[in-house]
């Protein structure tokens, strides 16, 4: 895979913009019929602070179809994060939780030791379907903690310099998400109209990376792809985001993930041991709950190795 690399060194504090600038492919793939740019994890970047995982769908138009459709699966070991540009996501979880997202809302789901979930996109909807869905690894201390969810109906949005940011996750410019999270993270949606120029502290102690949703942009005066996860580092105190003709940016962040986690299929863990129970009690109905929905739910590939399928969001 080819894999740009500009100053891929570490730096000191005192460098505001920081050196590293990394682009890492996403990787094409799907989810049903639903085609994905899987951006986390890939081969090489497994995790950027805890955020462990980032699927980008869309943009797309549809009438009769429903082109999200997730049947029932279980997750240990993390939290699930929705976030839409355009369109409307229904989540039905093992708690009996049912709620819809929508652009500027976000469903942000704790699964501590067991959960399931399904997501659908509603027969009453706008046709068109645009988003992401990350995964926040939970830190050993909560991992088999109590599950629950937690659906913000508007997130903070912050008005400066020509551009909107959604602050979906964490903290920035003194606003914070109400998303309830286990360590610092931030997750944020930056849109840039035409000629913006934004600039926006970070935290130094935070590793971030950005990915292009929509349009153009460009972080210190470099251009980013939408094919890319862009990596910058840590030891950042500011970034800088322009664009010519308007543009929409991911921006996540977070402390370097500390502990070493094990991902395979929905389940975040430590050891193999552990993702062999998950699996054995989901395929025995045991631990997870059963999720509302039409339809069968999704059936655990087959434990052969520890090399990850494909996890289905
Ligand atoms: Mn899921």
């Not at 942009?217 to 105190?237: F, Q």
Request: net charge neutral; hydrophobic share 40%; proline share 7%.
């Amino acid at each position: 895979m080819v894999h740009s690399k500009v100053g891929a060194k570490t730096s000191d504090a005192s460098d505001v913009r920081g050196s590293v600038f990394e682009g890492f492919p996403a990787r094409e793939t799907s989810l049903g019929t639903l085609r994905i740019l899987r951006a986390l994890p890939i081969r090489q970047k497994r995790l950027v602070g805890a955020w462990c995982f980032l699927d980008r769908f869309g943009p797309l138009s549809f009438s009769d179809a429903k082109p999200m459709d997730v049947a029932p699966h279980p997750h240990i070991g993390l939290q699930t994060v929705s976030w839409l540009l355009q369109g409307e996501v229904v989540h039905n979880d093992s708690l009996g939780s049912e709620a819809l997202v929508r652009p500027g809302g976000v469903n942000v789901m704790t699964s501590g030791g067991g959960i399931a979930h399904a997501e659908e996109t509603p027969r009453k909807n706008s046709g068109l379907l645009q988003g992401v869905q990350l995964w926040i690894a939970l830190p050993d201390a909560d991992r088999n903690g109590q599950a629950s969810f937690q659906h913000i109906d508007e997130v903070p949005i912050i008005e400066q310099a020509g551009s909107m940011v959604s602050l979906f996750a964490g903290s920035l410019l003194g606003w914070s998400s109400p998303a309830k999270h286990f360590s610092p993270v931030l997750g944020a949606d930056i849109e840039l109209h035409a000629f913006a120029n934004l600039e926006l502290p970070l935290d130094p102690s935070f590793e971030h990376a950005a990915l292009l949703m929509t349009g153009d942009a460009g972080i210190d005066g470099r251009s980013i792809d939408a094919m890319n996860l862009w990596y910058l580092g840590t030891n950042r105190s500011s970034i800088e985001f322009k664009s010519r003709g308007g543009g929409r940016v991911l921006l996540l962040g977070g402390p370097p993930f500390p502990e070493k986690i094990l991902m395979w299929w929905n389940f975040v863990a430590r050891t193999a041991e552990e993702i062999a129970l998950a699996r054995s009690d989901w395929q025995s109905h045991q631990r997870f709950g059963e999720v509302k929905y039409r339809g069968r739910r999704l059936d655990a590939p087959p434990l052969k190795r520890f090399a990850p399928p494909n996890p289905a969001s």
